[in-house]
Nanobody, 116 residues
Framework: QVQLVESGGGLVQPGGSLRLSCAASGFTFSRYTMSWYRQAPGKERELVAT????????NYADSVKGRFTISRDNVKNTVHLQMNSLKPEDTAVYYC?????????WGQGTQVTVSS
């Protein structure tokens, strides 16, 4: 059974940093691309960043380029999102995602709030 569990969210002031983590289980983690998405109140869920199976290829939404870094640990089966220079518009629920076979698997999400 595929399971994705996010952690690391919280309240941070503008300009601050947070590091999100997603612990994966129930599939061969090192074979799959992993992604972070976010959904702000009243908005559609959007892709934030992706990382290839061995971590060599990463992609970012234009809105987070230069501020966020996605990484993975294929020994610990975890994927991280380091978020720096946070802005109020980064406030959202952040979700980890894997596409395993034909199934889109999501975690439960972790809330990130950027506010003074």
């Amino acid at each position: 059974q595929v399971q994705l569990v996010e952690s690391g969210g919280g309240l941070v002031q503008p300009g601050g940093s947070l590091r999100l983590s997603c612990a994966a289980s129930g599939f061969t983690f090192s074979r799959y691309t992993m992604s972070w998405y976010r959904q702000a109140p009243g908005k559609e869920r959007e892709l934030v960043a992706t990382i290839g199976p061995i971590g060599g290829i990463t992609n970012y939404a234009d809105s987070v380029k230069g501020r966020f870094t996605i990484s993975r640990d294929n020994v610990k089966n975890t994927v991280h999102l380091q978020m720096n220079s946070l802005k109020p518009e980064d406030t959202a629920v952040y979700y980890c995602k894997a596409v395993v076979g034909m199934n889109h698997q999501w975690g439960q999400g972790t809330q990130v709030t950027v506010s003074s």
